[in-house]
């Protein structure tokens, strides 16, 4: 009976043995699985548990949480919402998050390991950081400019700070409020299903997110390519280029808008917008080197994060030479998407040097620690100094005599480039203005801002040859916020807090 | 050190007459009445940490509480003290913090509305009926083996009581439940100690004819099968008693006789043959209700895919919500209050209830809770191992059996270790029934360890 007894002890022993190896297996080796499980309703329940981190544009915060008592407890509210909502993006607790939401979520919901002190004995206890703050580099100003600029049309403005990269403005429009999405239940659902089935996108972020063909703008880059190529050398010689222009190969014949194009000086073709002008350049300069300068300023590059991801702005590298004559005046293939055309006039405005944009200028923990930084980084040497001396002489003609003069700022130094693309089968479809431009403040001779813009029914800009009607005012109104705030310190701002 | 050497005499053995009196054993009263007073400091800071946790604000009813519990324990512990005197000091104490961590539980989780009504008081009345009882039983039982002699009134009552619930109505498709005035009982609980005692009475008082009598099947001693005069009675009883639980559908319980049968016929007979048998009886009756009762079908479907509903697009199950709660708790836990076994939902507070604690406590947490366990069950096996009478030990370990088997069926179910069988979690789960039940356990082993560690009388000296 002893040995029974004494077996059966063994028994139970080896029982909970049994249950502590799976108590083990269940809640240590298993435990991350079940964790990142998203039928697992304690992640969304954690993760709303307290206040998201704020994102500030400006010093201010355009983001807040708000407690609705509900088991998810903390829905994000947003100050401005459909202003900063390209910016933003939207944090739901139905349908993830978007742009800045989505790619500092980590930080803004406190479980980026950044935030902890010390990372190791984080994990082990696994505690939650308090969230962190973000901080963008968007001037208020300018931003609001923008979107009272577009005023509910159909379009985007980006502006950056040349210097740095620093994105000053990014509006899309028509716009939403994120807010709108921000809780759970049949409201959010709604909103959602009415956003999406909206057709004119107000969730699309058309600044970073849309591609357009740039029309005429684009003959800033086909401008740069002839003279860093040595095409041209003299702004003022008289091209070799007939009017009509026919594409070479083709029986199609290009015609011009305006007046007084044939044989042009580069210089009068750019300040007027030329069409055959600059298609004979692009195809006199060859799809390579078009590529190559397109290249240069951005295009073709799809890893670009400021830090939400920026769609590729196109330029072919396998075209007929009448295929490169029309991609040259920013039609056939070629696309782009309103920050890469600031890009653009940013890089002509700074000398020639590219730097790459960024949206978030730092971000502290919750005790206002800079945690991490970004700083100016250089891009490219998208043209040299002397190609970028002649670009500016171009565009800053365009608006004291040309099809820009609307950007005229009094006192400042403004150059630009209008741009009327068509677009749809036959360009039936109403065209897309196009406006880019740098300016620079008094006596400064590198710019102190660069903005695109791209308004998509324009109504009058059929009628017009230019986006110098319905988009230059909108980008003299975003350089003007710009320089009349004092200008940005590159190094840091306002110290650790 | 010189001249003394290979042939020095030995040390002279010191004379029988002088060995000192052996001291007196020790009965450790102070041991269990420290424990205990520690048991429910445990339970009130508990109690306190979970309204910290969760109002921000100790309780006001906790000083109450403690109170209560206390004047519970320390009656207990006199109880004890006054009839027990040289009880397993470990007993009560780990009764009394199982006990006082099943309220802080149940009270943590009546915080959440979605699992219905509060429990807490009702539990907490049930406590005190179980500790009243347990005083009752230390007090009124002077020697285990009166048992003995009421093991056939006892049985009957068992099967009377486990046959009740039949006229009553299912509650969640299980027929184990009598309701009147407002309570609900689980007579098949009761029955357990009733039956645990019958089988302890009946074996021992057979042993010797179940061990050495009857046919040998195929020739094997170790398969030798007692006449049916000898294991009639008890197969009878225990074939009836599993059969009302199968018409019952209240699976937990008859697996937990099922066990107590085979471990108690084992020990009295001490042929592992019975050990080959019930295992392959066992496992003919799982197969056979598995595929027959649809019910079982999808509880065993369940633990080989826990997740299988997550797939399917249905949401998590309520196995695949337990080993997420346990998942969430890891190593060292959310911390008392701040976890989520809201999301269990139905039978949170009764056959899951160890997510809570696996969840807010952590690994750390549970194998204390199961070191707890096993620290009752390891007192009973060697109060078993101590006894000399036959009865008490088969009692003893019946007694240690039963908890047993019930820590391991439900930690294994909601852990997904074995499929999942509805039954309570002794003294943590909600459940009147089932904390009495526990209560009148502990009593019965505070007795047979009494006994066991009773130092036999001292035989009369002789004074010239």
């Given at each position: ?6 077996r ?23 435990a ?8 697992n ?33 903390y ?20 349908y ?34 308090r ?6 580099t ?10 009272e ?15 740095t ?37 107000p ?30 050398t ?9 009017d ?11 015609t ?18 030329c ?60 696309t ?54 002649q ?40 065209p ?55 200008p ?10 | ?10 040390p ?16 450790r ?5 420290s ?16 309204g ?13 509480y403690g109170?209560?519990?206390?004047l ?22 780990i ?56 093991s ?74 007692p ?49 080959a ?21 999808s509880?065993?479907?369940?633990w ?52 809570t ?9 549970l194998?204390?809770l199961?070191a ?9 096996m ?83």
């Amino acid at each position: 009976m002893i040995r029974c007894i004494r077996r059966c002890a063994v028994l139970g022993l080896v029982l909970l043995l049994a249950l502590a190896v799976n108590a083990v297996r269940v809640m240590v080796v298993d435990a991350g699985k079940s964790a990142h499980d998203p039928a697992n309703r304690r992640i969304a329940i954690a993760r709303y548990q307290h206040p998201r981190g704020g994102i500030l544009a400006g010093g201010r915060t355009v983001t807040g949480s708000q407690d609705t008592g509900s088991q998810l407890a903390y829905a994000r509210t947003y100050r401005d919402g459909p202003l900063y909502a390209p910016v933003t993006g939207f944090a739901s607790q139905t349908y993830g998050t978007s742009l800045l939401e989505g790619t500092e979520d980590g930080l803004l919901s406190g479980t980026s390991s950044r935030l902890a002190s010390v990372p190791l004995w984080n994990e082990i206890t696994r505690n939650r950081q308090r969230p962190g703050d973000v901080h963008t580099t968007i001037d208020p100003a300018a931003q609001k400019a923008a979107y009272e600029g577009l005023a509910g049309r159909r379009g985007a403005v980006a502006a950056l700070d040349p210097a740095t990269g620093r994105i000053l403005a990014l509006v899309s429009s028509p716009s939403y409020d994120p807010g709108l999405l921000s809780g759970t239940g049949p409201a959010v659902t709604a909103q959602w299903q009415r956003l999406n089935d909206d057709p004119a996108q107000p969730m699309l972020d058309r600044a970073i997110r849309q591609t357009y063909p740039p029309g005429s703008a684009f003959k800033v880059v086909t401008a740069a390519a002839a003279l860093e190529s040595g095409a041209v050398t003299d702004l003022l010689a008289p091209t070799d280029s007939p009017d009509p222009y026919r594409l070479p190969g083709t029986t199609w014949s290009l015609t011009n808008e305006g007046r007084g194009c044939a044989d042009a000086s580069v210089y009068d073709a750019f300040r007027v917008s030329c069409n055959t002008v600059f298609a004979k350049l692009g195809a006199d300069v060859g799809q390579s080197a078009m590529a190559r300068q397109a290249e240069a300023f951005g295009f073709n590059d799809t890893r670009l994060r400021i830090p939400p991801g920026v769609a590729k702005s196109n330029f072919d590298t396998a075209m007929s030479p009448d295929q490169v004559a029309l991609s040259s005046i920013g039609q056939f293939d070629t696309t782009a998407t309103p920050l890469q055309m600031a890009m653009v006039a940013a890089a002509v405005g700074n000398g020639g040097e590219l730097m790459t944009p960024y949206l978030v200028d730092r971000v502290t923990n919750h005790g206002g620690a800079v945690v991490a930084r970004t700083g100016p980084v250089r891009m490219h040497r998208a043209v040299s100094e002397d190609t970028a001396e002649q670009l500016q002489q171009l565009m800053e003609a365009v608006v004291s005599d040309g099809t820009g003069t609307n950007a005229a700022i009094p006192g400042a130094v403004v150059g630009g480039k209008t741009g009327t693309a068509q677009h749809g089968v036959g360009n039936k479809g109403t065209p897309y203005a196009w406006f880019i431009s740098y300016a620079k403040p008094p006596g400064a001779s590198r710019a102190a801002v660069a903005v695109a813009v791209v308004v998509e029914d324009a109504e009058a800009a059929r009628a017009d040859i230019s986006g110098g009607g319905s988009a230059a005012p909108i980008a003299r109104d975003v350089m003007r916020s710009v320089l009349a705030a004092p200008p940005h310190p590159y190094g840091p701002r306002g110290g650790a807090g | 050190m010189s001249a003394t050497s290979a042939d020095a005499p030995p040390p002279p053995a010191p004379p029988a007459a002088a060995r000192p009196a052996a001291p007196p054993r020790s009965r450790r009263r102070g041991v269990e009445l420290s424990l205990t007073v520690a048991a429910v400091l445990v339970s009130v800071y508990g109690y306190a940490e979970v309204g910290l946790a969760t109002r921000g604000a100790v309780p006001g009813d906790a000083a109450g509480y403690g109170a209560g519990l206390a004047l519970l324990a320390v009656l207990a512990h006199l109880a004890v003290r006054a009839r027990a005197p040289y009880a397993d000091p470990l007993l009560l104490p780990i009764a009394v913090l199982l006990n006082g961590f099943g309220l802080v539980l149940i009270y943590r989780l009546d915080l959440e509305p979605s699992l219905g009504p509060r429990a807490a008081p009702t539990q907490l009345v049930w406590s005190t009926l179980g500790i009243t009882l347990f005083v009752l039983v230390v007090l009124a039982l002077d020697d285990h083996r009166v048992l003995a002699r009421y093991s056939y009134v006892g049985v009957t009552a068992a099967l009377a009581l486990m046959a009740a619930p039949i006229f009553f109505p299912a509650v969640n498709g299980a027929k184990i439940w009598i309701r009147f005035a407002g309570f609900s009982i689980q007579p098949g609980e009761f029955a357990k100690v009733l039956l645990a005692v019958f089988f302890a009475a009946y074996l021992s008082a057979n042993r010797a004819a179940l061990a050495y009598t009857g046919r040998q099947v195929f020739g094997l001693r170790r398969l030798q099968l007692p006449t049916g005069r000898v294991l009639g009675p008890v197969l009878a009883i225990w074939l009836l008693s599993v059969g009302l639980l199968v018409l019952e559908r209240d699976l937990g319980t008859s697996l937990l006789f099922f066990g107590l049968f085979v471990v108690l016929l084992y020990v009295a007979t001490g042929r592992t043959g019975w050990v080959a048998v019930g295992l392959l009886l066992s496992a003919a009756g799982a197969v056979a209700v598995s595929s027959l009762e649809p019910h079982v079908h999808s509880r065993v479907e369940d633990w080989l895919h826990p997740f299988a509903s997550i797939d399917a697009g249905l949401g998590p199950g309520q196995l695949a919500q337990s080993l997420f709660a346990f998942g969430n708790g890891a190593v060292l836990g959310t911390g008392l209050g701040q976890g989520h076994p809201e999301l269990i939902g139905f039978a949170t507070k009764s056959d899951f209830i160890l997510a809570t604690p696996g969840e807010e406590l952590g690994l750390a947490g549970l194998c204390a809770l199961l070191a707890l366990y096993a620290l009752l069950v390891a007192r009973g096996m060697q109060a078993g191992l101590a006894l000399r009478d036959p009865f008490g030990r088969l009692l003893a370990v019946g007694l240690a059996t039963i908890l047993a088997l019930q820590v391991f069926v439900i930690t294994g179910g909601v852990t997904d270790l074995i499929p999942l069988t509805g039954m309570a979690m002794p003294f943590l789960a909600q459940g009147g029934s089932s904390v009495v039940t526990n209560w009148i356990i502990v009593a019965l082993l505070i007795r047979v360890s009494d006994s066991a560690r009773r130092p036999p009388p001292e035989p009369p000296e002789d004074t010239p």
